[in-house]
């Protein structure tokens, strides 16, 4: 569901009470007229009592509607927030340590024409392997997602068992992730798992798979990897995170 839909169905209902106020009273106004008939000044009395209390009734109900819907609004946007904070953290994390292209570096390994990160025919040389990681990565810091994606594929069939194949693995399954496709997010995390169990990206790996539960609601299997990674000394930050995603669970009765 979308914050613009929310936000929709949001003025919907909004308008929905101004709708219910106009016609009770004007109902409760029009009732109030002198009868036509054998009705006595009581029995209008009455009704116009009734009616308030209809309308009185109707309104906590809008009421309890609106703060739901509004509730949900900022339940989504504060899921949507911590996806990008999340990644803005781990990319500012990496950058401090990952690979730097320099002007040197440029100049020492020269891409040929047609063999850049993301065309069809992916590079197979040692020497490239360095700039083909870090033009897949600068597609990932400027958020082009679908773009980072292919780029890092591209590289993992050239260089498998490269120096940076479990961080460019781990890359893929994060830009999956940050756009909610959490079902192929899941499967590259697992997969870097189970052909690189000593990257140093494998408590961030255990991480997110505990996050794609938590998303998926599979409560009983995100709790499960959350306390794994939450209980592993050489977790650090990821062990961290893992304690408050617990917490938050334990608090929403998960």
């Keep these: 569901m979308s914050h613009k839909f929310l936000t929709i169905r949001k003025v919907v209902l ?21 009868p036509t008939g054998q009705s ?28 739901e819907n509004s509730h949900g609004i900022d339940e989504l946007k504060r899921r949507q927030k911590d996806f990008y904070l999340d990644l803005d953290r781990r990319l500012i994390d990496l950058e401090g340590g990952s690979v730097i292209r320099t002007p040197a570096d440029a100049a020492e390994v020269k891409v040929p024409a047609g063999e850049v990160a993301g065309d069809e025919s992916p590079v197979a040389s040692p020497g490239q392997e360095q700039l083909l990681y870090q033009q897949s990565f600068d597609l990932l810091k400027a958020a082009k997602y679908d773009q980072a994606i292919a780029a890092f594929q591209k590289f993992l069939q050239a260089y498998p068992d490269g120096e940076y194949a479990d961080n460019a693995r781990y890359w893929v399954g994060e830009a999956y992730y940050v756009t909610r ?17 000593t ?17 998926q609601k599979k409560w ?35």
Excluded: W
């Design 14 to 34: 909004t308008r929905s009470v101004a709708t219910v106020v106009a016609t009770c009273l004007l109902s409760a106004v029009a009732m109030a007229e002198p």
């Design 40 to 67: 006595s000044d009581l029995q209008r009395r009455l009704k116009i009592v009734t009616q308030i209390q209809q309308l009185q009734t109707e309104l906590r109900e809008l009421r309890g509607a609106l703060e």
């Design 181 to 197: 496709d959490f079902d192929k997010s899941l499967a590259e995390f697992n997969q870097l798992l189970k052909l690189h169990p």
């Design 199 to 215: 990257s140093a990206k494998l408590a961030d790996a255990q991480l997110k798979v505990g996050y794609i539960y938590y998303e």
């Design 220 to 254: 009983d299997q995100a709790r499960e990897i959350l306390t794994k990674v939450a209980t592993d000394p050489a977790s650090g930050a990821a062990g961290r995170l893992a304690i408050t995603r617990l917490d938050r669970m334990t608090q929403e009765g998960h």
